[in-house]
């Protein structure tokens, strides 16, 4: 029995409609197990520029920082789209995860038997999918410099600097052994060694490391081939660890599989302590309508549980309780299929909370 304080930013759009169903679920597995999580809001995104005039205001980092977990919602929407690049809602979050340092994306991407025919790929192709997709954060191209726009006119040019130190490499990789080895030992690292120098030194770094881990079956895969195979045969992989902007595309490719961006998870681990959120954004078309589905978010509260607060029991007692909802056949409309039964979001919340129970 624990006492945790959570830090939850609900942000824009449907972010505060799924974070109430997380909490929701989170009370329920408090009161199930006898822990108590209470959980203080702070503003970031979209609504935190209107309340304060910029993303992510100091007293949001502070509080963050002196809490045990974030459970973040989702930020942006149309109208700050205008804001100047550095004052944009998405700026706030990337700097909230290089603040709270957390280098490691854990995104899983896995293909539950109920909604295999949701995906676009062929059912006997993709039934049985479940990757890691373990993404390095904070480093590599988005942050590397010298970056910028110079010069005028014809004359101008953009360029950035994809740039990692070893020790960058070995944490990440770390990551990814450590989660291979509490799954199938398993781990493919992805690089595009053949053409980038700071690709050779990662795979350099990965090999040296493996040393560690002999259980771990390690392979390489040149980035375009990853996409390639993703497609053509996911079962392959188990984790898949890669640099930041390859795995930014591929968690995103991994993820399509599934079919249904209301299903995904993601965890931002590394750092003093962890960020977890859907893998959805702010979804404007269908803000304030019920229809969103809440259990990425669900999904992120069970990753919390497992690799922020270490409740191990806890995140698979809300792990059965999704999957539970889904034998049911119970659905939110994005993932409706015929003779199921369709929920509204706060329903789903409840259906979740009924299972644990
Ligand atoms: P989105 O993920 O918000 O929506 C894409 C589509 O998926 C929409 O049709 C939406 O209705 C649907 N969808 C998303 N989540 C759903 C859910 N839980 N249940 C049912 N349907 C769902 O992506 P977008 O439309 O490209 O972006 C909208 C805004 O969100 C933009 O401002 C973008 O910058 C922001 N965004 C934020 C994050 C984040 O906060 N981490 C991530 C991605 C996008």
């Known amino acids: 029995m624990g006492d945790y304080n959570i830090s939850v930013i609900p942000g824009d759009g449907i972010g505060p409609e799924v974070c109430t169903e997380g909490i929701k679920v989170l009370n329920k597995i408090g009161e199930i197990c006898g822990h108590t999580f209470s959980c203080t809001e702070y503003l970031a995104g979209g609504i935190a520029i209107d309340e304060t005039g910029v993303p992510l205001p100091e007293e949001t980092i502070k509080g963050v920082l002196a809490s045990d977990s974030l459970l973040f919602g989702a930020i942006g929407g149309p109208k700050w789209e205008d804001q100047p690049q550095h004052n944009k809602p998405e700026a706030g979050l990337l700097q909230l995860r290089k603040e709270l340092g957390a280098f490691a994306n854990l995104r899983p991407a896995i293909v539950f038997d109920e909604l295999a025919e949701a995906s676009t790929i062929k059912t ?81 770094v990965v090999t040296e490391l493996s040393k560690e881990y002999p259980e771990v079956e390690l392979s390489h895969m040149y980035v375009d081939n990853a996409a390639m195979q993703l497609i053509r045969d996911p079962k392959q992989f188990d984790v898949i660890v890669t640099g930041n902007i390859f795995g930014d595309i591929l968690s995103d490719e991994a993820s399509q599989l599934t079919g249904s961006i209301g299903m995904l998870a993601s965890a931002s681990v590394g750092g003093p302590i962890g960020f977890f959120e859907p893998v959805h954004g702010s979804a404007p078309d269908i803000t304030g309508q019920a229809l969103a589905n809440p259990l990425a978010m669900i999904g992120s509260v069970e990753m919390m549980l497992r690799y922020g607060l270490k409740l191990h029991d806890e995140a698979d007692k809300v792990n059965n309780a999704l999957r539970q909802v889904l034998k049911d056949g119970l659905r939110t409309g994005d993932i409706m299929q015929d003779g199921c039964q369709q929920l509204n979001t706060s329903q789903m919340g409840d259906a979740v909370c009924e299972r644990l129970a």
Request: aromatic share 8%; hydrophobic share 35%.
């Open 124 to 204: 006997e192709i993709i039934r049985g999918t479940d990757i890691m997709v373990v993404r390095e954060l904070t480093g590599g191209i988005y942050f590397g410099g010298p970056r910028g726009i110079e010069g005028e006119g014809e004359n101008r040019k953009g360029f950035n600097t994809m740039v990692y130190t070893a020790e960058e490499i070995e944490r990440i990789a770390r990551v990814g052994f450590d989660t291979a080895m509490a799954r199938n030992k398993k781990l493919c690292s992805v690089d595009k060694a053949n053409v980038l120098d700071v690709s050779q030194l990662w795979r350099d």
